[in-house]
């Protein structure tokens, strides 16, 4: 049912695995509705699925817009009935100091939360209006990260609002599964990035954005529940959530950025 999608739409497509994304579907037959932020990296990326024969739209805006963005998803709806909605967008914020804590919470939330709600919950009204039920070839994806796993001391902001769209995710693939509708939760390892390429510390497992794209689209091609990887960071999250507190103690230190101040 989910494995040959043709219309098909990915926030945060200008880079990084959202612009993978892209890339791996493009094709004669698939219709690319895309969106980002940066006009320059979104058309460029249009520019070389266009090329691979998709034919592509695109919409340059934020996704805590959440009326522009609704507006977007409902006219791309409206133009070809959306078979596969990617909450890609997101961003990593931290702060090294108390006074950041604050601010690096709320715009992580706003954006790696909200805008998750701003892209999926429009997308979920209009396939769950389809009929009849089963609805055929509609899902949903949401991008969270293996740092949604557990409470990670080096970026309490992202690790947690990772977890917020983690679990949200998993609860409404149990709410529209009755009406045929796929919800799935994408958690990467590292993937190569503008995010990542501006991290200092040392990044186990680190795969391509092309690598990280195929292995997104088969798992939502199986409508898996869960698309973690790499493996190794499958094994390494499943013990560590399992973990005695005094265990996730020692370990759960602030690695690879500025200590807080006491």
Known sequence: MFSNPKSILITGASSGIGAALARHYAAPDITLFISGRNQERLDEVARQCRDAGASVSVWVGDVTDAEGLKGWIQSCN??????LVIANAGVALGATDAAGLHQAAVDSFRINVNGVFNTIHPALELMS???PYPVGNAQVAVMSSVMGYAGMARSPAYSSSKAAVKHYGQALRGTFRGLGIGVSVICPGYVSSALTRRNSSHMP???SAEKAAAIIASGLAHNKARITFPWQM???TRFAINLPGFLVDRINKPWGV???KD
């Open 78 to 83: 409206h133009d070809l009935p959306l078979n």
């Open 234 to 236: 499958v094994l390494i």
């Open 129 to 131: 209006a389809r009929r």
């Open 205 to 207: 497992f680190l795969i």
């Open 258 to 260: 500025p200590r807080l």
